[in-house]
């Protein structure tokens, strides 16, 4: 929308014409097709430790998988994203599902081969439980700092 006005300074008035552009960004097709799909592999990375007792090569697949899609998943966005010089908050979601899908990964080789861990099947049980809870808290700490 376009308007002239008369624009009134301690020094006189002056005519101007002000612009109003409304730019509104689809946040609903990020959400969708981006974030939700992107959750749920770093949650069927989780599923990974609740396997049984199988060998570590048989539990590591599944993460080993899911951190090659989210690779994947991230030259797609790329590929849609505009190119900025700033990170983007999609990158920082990405990153923290690299992270998460990553240290899954490692748990799962560190205590099925560290015999200094006493108690494995208590440990184990508790650390399914903190990832599932972890994460969201994480990733809505990322969210929020950068809405902030």
Known sequence: MIKTALIQYPGGSYSGITFQIIIERKAWFYITKLIIPIMTL???SMTA???????????????????????AFQWMIYSVVPKVD????IDAIILTAYMTTSTVLMSIVLFNHCPFFVNRQKLRHTIRWVYVFAFPCVLAL???GYLV
């Open 86 to 89: 700033y990170q983007l908050l």
């Open 42 to 44: 770093v949650y069927l």
């Open 142 to 144: 990322v969210i929020m």
């Open 49 to 71: 430790l609740w396997m049984r007792d199988d060998p570590t090569a048989n539990r590591c697949v599944l993460p080993l998988t899911c951190l090659l899609t989210i690779v």
